[in-house]
C-alpha cells in the first residue's frame, strides 16, 4: 500500500488524538491530495528536522485519519488526527512533492491480550499519573478520563496516556505483540515512578523526557 507520509518529532499511538499545525507548503499538497479519504501515515524522526526534508526517518509510524482542520489567516493549517493501526515501512518512495512510502499494516490484534497483565499495567500507569499530578498537575489529562471496554483500544490508550520519553515511546510502538507493549509500560511506569518520587522528596525541577 502507497501512503502519503508526514515524519514527525513525536509518536501517534493507534487511538490517541493529537493536533498538528501545517505549515510547509509540501504538506498542505499533501493534505489536499488525501481529502478523499482522509488518511497519511506518520512515523518517527529519527535525525534531522520535520522542516525542509533531509531527515532520517523510522520505518515503524502510524496510520492516522483527519478528524478536522481549520486554515489560519496565516496560511498555516491546523488539524485533527487519530491514530488507526501501525505499520512498517517497506521501502521509501521518491519526496515528490512530499514523503510517500510503500508500507504494510502490522496485523497484531488476533493476539489474545491477557487480562490480568491489562489490569496491572493500568493500575501502574494510573498511580504514575496520580504522582505525576502532584509535581505537574498542567501537564496531566483528567484522571477521569473514559477508557474503552475493548481491550486492544484500551491497551493503546494506556500507551498515549503513559509520561515517557519520545524513544520509550518508539520502543512502545515498534512491539507486534500487545502484551509484550503492556509489559514494557509497566517497566517505564515503575521506573518513572521512582523518579517523580525522588523529585517530590528533594523538591526537584522537572526533568524533560528525552
Known amino acids: 500500500m502507497q501512503l502519503p507520509m508526514f515524519p514527525l ?97 502490522r496485523c497484531c490484534d488476533e493476539v489474545a491480550i491477557e487480562p490480568a497483565l491489562l489490569k496491572s499495567t493500568g493500575s501502574a500507569v494510573r498511580a504514575l499519573r496520580t504522582l505525576q499530578s502532584e509535581l505537574f498537575d498542567d501537564q496531566c489529562l483528567t484522571s477521569n478520563c473514559e477508557m474503552d471496554s475493548d481491550p486492544w483500544v484500551r491497551s493503546w490508550q494506556l500507551c498515549s496516556m503513559t509520561p515517557m520519553s519520545i524513544l520509550d515511546q518508539f520502543k512502545v510502538l515498534s512491539l507486534s505483540d500487545p502484551n509484550d507493549r503492556l509489559r514494557l509500560l509497566a517497566e517505564i511506569s515503575c521506573e518513572r515512578y521512582g523518579d517523580f518520587q525522588r523529585m517530590l522528596a528533594m523538591d526537584l525541577p522537572f526533568a524533560p523526557f528525552d
Not at 493529537?18 to 524522526?45: A, S, W
Open 9 to 105: 518529532g513525536m509518536v501517534v499511538f493507534p487511538h490517541q488524538v493529537v493536533g498538528l499545525c501545517v505549515f510547509e507548503e509540501r504538506y498542505k499538497q499533501m493534505l489536499r491530495d488525501v481529502e478523499p479519504g482522509n488518511h497519511f501515515g506518520t512515523c518517527l524522526i529519527e535525525r534531522g528536522s520535520e522542516v525542509g526534508g533531509g531527515d532520517k526517518r523510522s520505518s515503524v509510524g502510524t496510520i492516522v485519519q483527519i478528524l478536522g482542520s481549520h486554515a489560519l489567516n496565516d496560511g498555516k493549517t491546523l488539524i485533527m488526527i487519530e491514530g488507526i493501526s501501525c505499520f512498517e515501512v517497506s521501502t521509501w518512495l521518491v519526496d515528490a512533492p512530499y514523503p510517500r512510502a510503500l508500507v504494510s499494516e
